[in-house]
Structures are given as structure tokens and as C-alpha cells.
């Protein structure tokens, strides 16, 4: 992304040769083989690639999901790469906002109660109101007491969105948020992500789908663990 002159943009998010290594048996796969990579606040990125080319590896790293073999990865200019287990929990709560393709919400909690979860995980007194206004955001003020049975597959996206959401990440990463959508509800998941944009989070979309990549200004493309 270009800077403004005489300004240099704030890297949000940056990769320095990272690298993931897994073990099958006595076969070694670098699922990561040093990605060097810099996301900016304010930017919608798409990371795409064939299946098995380390997306969501990267992604789980990027999310503090993981830590890597080697390289660095810093958060708002903290090095994270280094962090123990609790430590890297905290930035991960604090920071990061996930959204994954099978949604993952409690199938016996409405929409209100799946949102309000990751607030009441951190103590907060205010949890009912933030989560309404999340789902307010998302375009579900009136589906609060649906639980996921009652909702159509676009909406449980969206449920998973104000969940994301609801805890204000600087970073929402979301791994092919629209894999297990029709078209249509895919088309208004991204158009809900063009808009949390807008309004100035960060947004990184992992997928393999082009018509969703396009939607982003900015495209990573990663190869057999490369960015290229
Ligand atoms: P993508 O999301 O692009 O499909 P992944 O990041 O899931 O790719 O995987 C990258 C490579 O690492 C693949 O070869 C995959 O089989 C391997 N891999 C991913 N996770 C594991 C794991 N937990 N154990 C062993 N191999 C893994
Ligand atoms: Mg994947």
C-alpha cells in the first residue's frame, strides 16, 4: 500500500522468514519456508493459494494460534515469536478476532449468548450490551434469541463475525469465511467485511477462492510454503 509522503505506514502486522516445520513420520514438510510479508492497519488482505501451500498454517501463526520454527512475527511492532503459551494467549485476545469456514458456534446458545462468550471468558460486566450491538452491526439486532438451528448458513457466518467482533481486535483473520456459503451469502459475508474495513479494522482473508481474493485490494499469494 502506498504511504502518504513522508509518512510510513504502520505495519500491523509483519512476518520476518518465517518458518513451520511438521514431522509425518520421518518426512519433514515446510509447511512455511520463510514467508516474509507486512500487513498495514487500515488494510483488507486476501492470502490464497492451492490447498496444502501453508495458508492456514500461516494463518494460525499470524492469529497466535502457533508459534514458528524460526522467524519472527510482530504484532504492532511486539515480537510475539518468542512468547509463552499464556503470554501469547493474552495478545491473541486482546488482538485478533477469528472467523473459521464451519463457523464453530454452541449449537444449544442463541445468538446473543454465542457472542457474549468471549467476553464473559474475560470477566466483563457489560457483556449483553456489547454483544447486541455486535450482532446490531452484523445486520442481526433481530435474530438475538435464534439459536444456530433457526439461522440460515450467511447467518451463522455473521453470528461468527459479531463474535469476532465483539471483543474490538485491531485484526480480524478469517480462514475461508465463505467455503461452506452459497454464493449469495458469501457475496454478503465479504460485503460485511468490505464495510468492518471501512470503518477501519484490519481484515486478513485466508482462501483459495478467486472471486473472494478479488474482493480484496491486496493479495498475498503463497506457494509450497513461499510467498511469491
Ligand atoms: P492450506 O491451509 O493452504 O491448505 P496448511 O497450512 O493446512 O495448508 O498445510 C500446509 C502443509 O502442512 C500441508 O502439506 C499439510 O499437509 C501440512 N500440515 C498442516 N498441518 C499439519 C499438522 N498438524 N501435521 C502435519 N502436517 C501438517
Ligand atoms: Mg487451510
Request: aromatic content about 4%; hydrophobic content about 40%; charged content about 20%.
Amino acid at each position: 500500500m502506498a504511504a502518504p509522503s513522508g509518512t510510513t505506514p504502520a505495519a500491523v502486522i509483519r512476518g520476518e522468514n518465517l518458518v513451520k516445520i511438521y514431522w509425518l513420520g520421518e518426512n519433514m514438510i515446510r509447511a512455511l519456508d520463510g514467508v516474509d510479508f507486512e500487513i498495514c492497519a487500515g488494510e483488507k488482505v486476501a492470502i490464497t493459494g492451492p490447498s496444502g501451500s501453508g495458508k492456514s498454517t500461516l494463518m494460525h501463526i499470524i492469529g497466535c494460534l502457533d508459534l514458528p520454527d524460526s522467524g519472527r512475527l510482530l504484532l504492532g511492532g511486539e515480537d510475539v515469536s518468542t512468547y509463552s503459551e499464556n503470554r501469547l494467549a493474552s495478545v491473541r485476545n486482546r488482538r485478533i478476532g477469528f472467523v473459521f469456514q464451519s463457523f464453530n458456534l454452541l449449537p444449544r446458545l442463541t445468538a446473543l449468548e454465542n457472542v457474549e462468550l468471549p467476553l464473559l471468558y474475560a470477566g466483563n460486566h457489560d457483556a449483553k450490551d456489547r454483544a447486541r450491538q455486535a450482532l446490531e452491526t452484523v445486520g442481526l439486532g433481530h435474530r438475538l434469541h435464534h439459536e444456530p438451528a433457526q439461522l440460515s448458513g450467511g447467518q451463522h457466518q455473521r453470528v461468527a463475525i459479531a463474535r469476532a467482533l465483539v471483543t474490538n481486535p485491531d485484526i480480524i483473520l478469517a480462514d475461508e469465511p465463505t467455503g461452506n456459503l452459497d454464493s449469495r451469502a458469501g457475496e454478503e459475508v465479504m460485503a460485511l467485511f468490505d464495510t468492518l474495513n471501512a470503518h477501519g479494522r484490519t481484515i486478513v482473508i485466508v482462501t483459495h477462492e478467486q472471486l473472494v481474493a478479488q474482493h480484496c485490494p491486496r493479495q498475498l499469494h503463497i506457494h509450497d510454503g513461499k510467498i511469491r
